[in-house]
């Protein structure tokens, strides 16, 4: 389905009547909703346009039925030219005809086209779109299907059917009875309006209304124009209040959290204190530490710091020794040590830990060489000798 911003969905089927002092307007505000029309607003005998105009909304475009006086009705066989036969000694150019070809016959309103535009410029002059016009009782013929009648009253004239035919159409003014299309009931002076409207909606083939394409089409274009204007500025008015309604529930959010954090840290005040605290003095220590030279890299404190940081998890040490001497102590002999080795001994679950952790101390820059002095592995515990040289 093809997506139209500017459809119409929406028509005021106005019914004018022509008196001898002028005009009455008759209205139905009508709406398409899901494939059907439902009546929204009406109102009967309005006195003049300024009156209808206040009542209805200039953004709702307009369908028109005229009825009363100066409409010829006539009933004529249909062939080629089949309008010659309705006005013999007349010039067709200065009438509108409004059809209905029911088979080999045709039900024609007649009306001049003077007396349309009088009435087309009264609501041109109000900025009205009249997107459609249409004269006479045949109209509401495509109706019948909705009364469940074989008879409907439209303007004071009585169409009967029989076997979807029209047989007769007699006016009198007697025939002002009520139309039932549904459920809804109806004036018979506004019939000829409705079934405009549902035309218009839902075209019929057997109507044939007047062609004005300099008005209705133009009309018709500008309606849906409009259409798309207040569609479109309605959807950016809606999306905008959303936003704004976006935002401030995002404001509310953010708000809430904004205390609750503050809650938060009112609750862990002390605790927040005494990390600052701690810091500072941590700070203090490593100050002092580096001042005195340990944590220098040419200190074996600085290396046995490296060493037991690396040591895994499923490694324990028993023993370090530093600096051992390089001999046995004897008289008058000076004592010397090895100022760069370090003698590890401890626990280990598997050869593989211990394989992992040499490989790993292997990877250390401070660090020269890396060996196994000794290795027995008993009671599903390897006890391990290391030698570490240092650079």
Known sequence: MK???????????????MESDGYTFHYHILKLKKGEIFPIKSEKLV??????????????????HIHGKG????????????????????????FYFTDYIDNETVYSSVIRKDTVREVLELFKDQNVEVVSFGTGPFVAVPLFEFTGKDAITVDSTLIQQEDGRIISFDRSDEYRTATFIGEDQFSHDTVGAIALAVNHFYPSESIVLPEEPDVYEINFKEAKQKNVFYRFAYGMVIFFLLLLCANYIYLDHLNSKIEENYQVLAEFEDQLAELNTLSDEKGRKE????????????????????????????VTLDQVSLRPLVDEIKSRHKIEFNERLVVLTGKSKSANIL??????????????????LDYTYKKNIGNFELEIVLR
């Open 3 to 17: 997506f139209d911003l500017g459809h119409i969905n929406k028509l005021v089927a106005v019914s004018v009547k």
């Open 47 to 64: 006195p003049d346009i300024r009156t209808l105009i206040k009542k209805i909304s200039k953004k709702i475009p307009v369908v028109l």
């Open 287 to 314: 100050k002092l530490l580096e001042g005195s030279g340990l944590l220098n890299r040419y200190f074996l404190s600085y290396y046995l710091m490296e060493i037991s940081n690396s040591v895994p998890g499923d």
């Open 71 to 94: 409409i010829l009705n006539r009933k004529v066989n249909y062939q080629e030219n089949y309008r010659h036969a309705l006005l013999m000694n007349a010039r067709l150019e200065d």
């Open 355 to 372: 394989d992992h952790w040499i490989n790993d101390l292997k990877e250390k820059e401070w660090l020269a060489t890396v060996d196994i």
